[in-house]
T-cell receptor, first 114, second 118 residues
């Protein structure tokens, strides 16, 4: 158990819909990263938040957005969903700051868009 | 942008034997970090080993060791005394040094599926 929790574990929805994925980092970790794992694209970095502020963006679509709240949990919002958005979405947390701390991954949320 | 290449989609090894997984990367940075992650059928991502680019000594963690060749931009993973529990997807990953201001996440290769034959 990495100490990172993600909800829900599975999500099935229809094209055009909007969903929210939630991540609670390990206690004390300030950084949250979001990744997408799909058959087509492999594992891709989406976005990084540190202590409530966006720090870096990867291959995140404009239809996707994220935020990190004062209690440090993070949410990834996916809107106008397409079939190709079906994937496993991971969040990972680390202590953050200017040190190469290990990223601890959550169990992932499996999103299926029908 | 950095890229990570794993040229072996699948590898098979007999239990108790040694296997080496290959990884090459492309970067113009001099300071960075390299990782091997394991993803078993449960899909959980588990860190196996990491290497700081400024360190010449190869990292080792029990049965896992790396061969880091900075000039060749190569970072292979050796698993000794393979066990059935080692069966998984293995991903090589790159991260820019945060000391240089890099805040990006990990850049992953496509993965190598490791099969352990009993």
């Amino acid at each position: 158990d990495s100490g990172v929790t993600q909800t829900p574990k599975h999500l099935i929805t229809a094209t055009g819909q909007r969903v929210t994925l939630r991540c609670s980092p390990r206690s004390g970790d300030l950084s949250v990263y979001w990744y997408q794992q799909s058959l087509d694209q492999g594992l891709q970095f989406l976005i990084h938040y540190y202590n409530g502020e966006e720090r870096a963006k990867g291959n995140i679509l404009e239809r996707f957005s994220a935020q990190q709240f004062p209690d440090l949990h993070s949410e990834l919002n996916l809107s106008s969903l397409e079939l190709g958005d079906s994937a496993l979405y991971f969040c990972a947390s680390s202590a953050g700051g200017a040190s190469p701390n290990e990223q601890f991954f959550g169990p992932g949320t499996r999103l299926t868009v029908l | 942008a950095q890229t990570v290449t794993q040229s072996q989609p699948e590898m098979s090894v007999q239990e108790a034997e040694t296997v080496t997984l290959s990884c090459t990367y492309d970067t113009s940075e001099s300071d960075y970090y390299l990782f091997w992650y394991k993803q078993p059928p449960s899909r959980q991502m588990i860190l196996v080993i990491r290497q700081e680019a400024y360190k010449q000594q190869n990292a080792t963690e029990n049965r896992f060791s790396v061969n880091f060749q900075k000039a060749a931009k190569s970072f292979s993973l050796k698993i000794s005394d393979s066990q059935l529990g080692d069966a998984a997807m293995y991903f090589c990953a790159y991260r820019s040094s945060p000391w240089g201001g890099g805040a990006d996440g990990l850049t992953f290769g496509k993965g190598t599926h490791l099969i352990i034959q009993p």
